[in-house]
């Protein structure tokens, strides 16, 4: 994930959203991914490794379309 803001709850969005599709993204002991657009979304959880392999994923281009 791109540096982004850094909200005062620990969500952090990133500096490539442009206002849709976005996520935001809390860190801690978990991983936590909501939608951005509404802070009533579902939340995923995700422990450390599961992220680092997503995130792993996402930089090898695994879910390019």
Not at 9 to 35: H, I, L, P, T
Not at 37 to 61: I, M, N
């Amino acid at each position: 994930m791109a540096h982004g803001r850094l909200e005062s709850n620990g969500w952090q969005v990133s500096s490539y959203c442009a206002g849709s599709g976005c996520v935001e993204v809390q860190r801690g002991d978990e991983v936590r991914v909501r939608d951005a657009k509404t802070t009533a979304s579902p939340v995923l959880t995700f422990d450390r490794d599961e992220w680092r392999a997503f995130v792993a994923g996402v930089k090898a281009g695994e879910f390019d379309v």
